[in-house]
């Protein structure tokens, strides 16, 4: 579930606040509320001080979106790039590929909530590169299955669409999982691994 406002009250009372508290507190906001949904009066009010003592922190509320967005963003292409450093193989990068996607949408709801509903409000030319960034994610992702119909590792129809269907399928995750629920992060990572694969017809 995600964190509520009186949570993360708890947490920053008391002590001063610094600027990874402002962020932290416009990722929660920006996921319950949505980006023009939240001011910066909500920010300061969750974080128990003035508004105008925010700037001592933080550039302006368009500023704390991309901050979220591209940090986000990298984490994801960085977690990509992992797994074709030390999986050689398609099915091996596929699967890896699939399991840390969708555990990085379990275990980072508020960031990936915000991506996928609050990007669009990003200026120029910080939309363009948010942009250009998911869709590089897109290609390189189904360039993986490219290479395994190729290779005649997978035998699927569509690459394409298999690899939307397996990327929607993980981006789903931020909007289901529960860290109370029946699944852990893990069980749902590696169960998305099997599922993908078994989507383009991965031979054993």
């Not at 909500?42 to 003035?50: C, D, G, N, Q, S």
């Not at 379990?106 to 508020?110: D, W």
């Given at each position: 579930m995600q964190p509520t406002a009186h949570a993360h009250r708890r947490r920053t009372s008391g002590r001063s606040v610094t600027a990874a508290d402002v962020l932290d507190a416009?990722?929660?906001l920006f996921a319950l509320r949505g980006y023009h949904g939240t001011s910066l009066k909500?920010?300061?009010?969750?974080?128990?001080?003035?508004t105008p003592s925010l700037y001592n922190h933080m550039e302006s509320k368009s500023g704390l979106l991309r901050d979220i967005v591209m940090e986000t963003l990298?984490?994801?292409r960085h977690e990509f790039e992992g797994v074709l450093a030390t999986t050689a193989t398609p099915a091996g990068q596929l699967a890896e590929a699939t399991r840390v996607y969708a555990l990085h949408h379990?275990?980072?709801?508020?960031e990936a909530l915000i991506v996928s509903h609050e990007t669009?409000?990003?200026p120029e030319p910080d939309l363009g590169q948010a942009q250009e960034m998911r869709r590089d994610h897109e290609r390189r992702f189904r360039q993986i299955i490219l290479d395994g119909a190729a290779s005649g590792d997978f035998s699927?129809?569509?690459p394409k669409l298999a690899s939307f269907a397996i990327r929607e399928m993980c981006v789903s995750v931020a909007r289901w999982f529960r860290e109370d629920g029946s699944f852990t992060p893990d069980d749902v990572a590696e169960e998305y691994a099997r599922q993908a694969l078994k989507l383009v017809g991965s031979k054993p």
């Open positions: 416009a990722k929660t909500h920010v300061a009010a969750l974080l128990e001080i003035r990298a984490d994801v379990a275990t980072h709801r508020r669009r409000h990003l699927v129809a569509s």
